[in-house]
């Protein structure tokens, strides 16, 4: 297969790894920065220009796109897809994931377990959308941020509505949760490929952190998933579309609760943590994927001549 990988940079671990992956498998991989390709969306046959030249006789496309870089990136992605390449993540549900309201909402609405959550832009009646969501202690978040920024643990009402108010002041978006306390500052991460979870790990907020985020000095171990966790991770995953994602969820009293899942999951915790070729997992999942759509446009292809 030729391959592009959509990555701003050759030297992240995730990003050297499914080249490593892909090249030992036999493939040819391009690693192409989005922000550097324009494209022509009206021709007759779309095409995407790359520092002066054509790229064509693509088979397939990985999206590695940056939070910061959704709109441009996804945009690209669509081109591939004009193109008939084949995404390992769709644009669609690349932009769904990138919108934490958005994608709330389509976890909850087909059941799956998701703590207690408040969306509020502007509320009139800060104790009504605490008493909402069960009172303090609550959990706040700003819907932009990323790696454990923005979220913050409210013990009381009277911190909450502090904590509120500041935000709304600043014009933020935000979303009031439910603390799951018994989670104990963990959480799962369950790596998708697929319709399976091919590995899991849990992280584990420091001393005192009830937040698990890698880059908020949390470790990572392994972690024995139950059957339910494993089945609301691939669940949720088809939800949103996502051929290959990350499934954030927490160890509640009621069962397993998603918070969130993320469209471009690192490698380097995962792999290293599960000791697994997540890498070479993916490709392998791309080979099949390739191959199956190429045989149906090649059936499609025949019933017309017929
Ligand atoms: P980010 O997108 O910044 O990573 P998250 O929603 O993943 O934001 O929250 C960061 C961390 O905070 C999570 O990994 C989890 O450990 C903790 N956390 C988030 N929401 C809750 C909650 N409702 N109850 C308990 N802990 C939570
Ligand atoms: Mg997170």
Do not use: W
């Amino acid at each position: 297969m030729k391959i592009a990988l959509l990555s701003r940079n050759k030297k992240l671990y995730s990003t050297r790894r499914l080249v490593q992956a892909a090249e030992e498998r036999g493939h040819s991989i391009h690693v192409i920065d989005v922000l550097r390709c324009y494209m022509n969306i009206t021709a007759h046959k779309p095409t995407i220009h790359y520092k002066g030249a054509v790229l064509h006789d693509f088979d397939a496309v990985i999206p590695r796109i940056g939070a910061s870089i959704t709109f441009y990136g996804t945009a690209v992605l669509r081109q591939f897809e004009m193109m008939n390449v084949y995404p390992l993540n769709e644009s669609v549900a690349v932009t769904r994931s990138r919108d934490k309201l958005r994608s709330a909402q389509l976890l909850a609405r087909k059941g799956i377990g998701m703590p207690v959550t408040g969306f509020a832009h502007n509320p009139d009646d800060i104790q009504d959308l605490l008493k909402e969501v069960g009172g303090a202690p609550v959990v706040i978040k700003l819907l932009e941020g990323t790696q454990g920024i923005g979220v913050v643990l409210a013990e009381t009402g009277k911190a909450a509505e502090s904590v509120i108010q500041a935000f709304m002041g600043l014009k933020a978006n935000i979303m009031v949760q439910e603390f799951i306390q018994e989670a104990g500052g963990a959480d799962l991460r369950c790596f998708v490929v697929g319709d399976k979870v091919v590995a899991a790990m849990k992280r584990q907020g420091p001393e005192g952190e009830f937040r698990s985020n890698l880059h908020r000095g949390g470790t990572a171990s392994l972690v024995r998933l139950t059957p339910e966790e494993r089945s609301t991770a691939v669940r949720a995953a088809k939800i949103m579309g996502l051929g290959v994602c990350g499934v954030d969820m927490l160890r509640s009293n009621h069962g397993p609760v998603v918070m969130e899942v993320n469209s471009s999951p690192g490698l380097e915790g995962i792999e290293s943590a599960s000791k697994k070729d997540v890498a070479g997992i993916i490709i392998e999942h791309l080979e099949k994927k390739v191959t199956e759509s190429t045989n149906k446009i090649d059936r499609s292809r025949t019933r017309g001549k017929g």
